[in-house]
């Protein structure tokens, strides 16, 4: 009966101990993929930006006033709605004007009287050609009832708009606080940092257990 009672006892743990096991596996797991991903994310966010200020300064260097290669906006105005949406970022490409066709969304400086030195996105409406072979677009918001009254000039387009990321206006806005730029920014490379910490004291940990056994292996006296 007592061995019957020790033997449950014992199965119970043995349990327990398999779901601690497990919780602590997913855990693991979960935060690696984590961190993992906002490494990611952090690594091609500042290579677009790197590789961005570089071909502004060689411009720059050379004399060209070229748009920045890749540029990032928030959404202020429901003027694009549903397509883009207040407080969603865009992603621009500058892009040759000759390669913009209509229904392309574009970023560019407004010369219109509503929005006269503001960026705006919009989306191409019409095209049209001057006599000495320059374009120039008809825009309007898709949440517009009329094109814009300004035609938009090949020099005042940033470039094309290539991707949209949801609400990350908001999360930007959120960042920008103290609190937000400590959760956001500084606590997930802390983890990150500690996570890789932790990864090569495990790592040394293995190889100094490894070292004890065989040197306990080379003390063995075979008779």
């Known amino acids: 009966m007592q061995d019957t009672f020790v033997a449950s006892s014992s199965v119970k743990l043995?349990?327990?101990?398999s779901i601690f096991n497990k919780i602590k596996s997913i855990v693991h797991y979960s935060l690696k993929v984590?961190?993992?991903f906002l490494l990611t994310v952090l690594i091609i966010i500042t290579s677009l930006f790197v590789i961005s200020f570089a071909d502004t300064k060689i411009n720059e260097y050379s004399g060209r006033q070229v748009a920045p290669l890749i540029g990032a906006?928030?959404?202020v105005s429901p003027s694009m709605v549903p397509t883009i949406k207040v407080q969603d970022a865009i992603l621009v490409a500058r892009t040759n004007p000759k390669n913009?066709?209509?229904g392309d969304i574009i970023t560019?400086?407004?010369?219109d009287s509503r929005y006269n030195g503001y960026t705006i996105t919009h989306r191409i409406n019409e095209i049209n050609t001057t006599s000495d072979g320059k374009r120039i677009f008809i825009t309007k918001g898709d949440n517009n009832v009329s094109t814009d009254s300004s035609p938009v000039l090949e020099e005042n387009i940033y470039g094309k708009v290539i991707l949209k990321f949801p609400k990350?206006?908001?999360v930007q806005q959120f960042v920008f606080t103290s609190i937000g730029f400590?959760?956001?920014i500084v606590l997930p490379l802390i983890l990150l940092v500690c996570y890789n910490l932790f990864k090569l004291y495990r790592l040394k940990k293995d190889k100094n257990k490894k070292v004890e056994?065989?040197?306990a292996g080379d003390d063995i006296e075979i008779i």
């Open 14 to 17: 043995e349990s327990k101990s």
């Open 34 to 36: 984590f961190l993992n």
């Open 73 to 75: 906006y928030v959404i």
């Open 100 to 102: 913009l066709n209509v």
């Open 108 to 111: 560019f400086k407004s010369t």
């Open 168 to 170: 990350l206006g908001v």
């Open 182 to 184: 400590i959760l956001v």
């Open 213 to 215: 056994i065989i040197s």
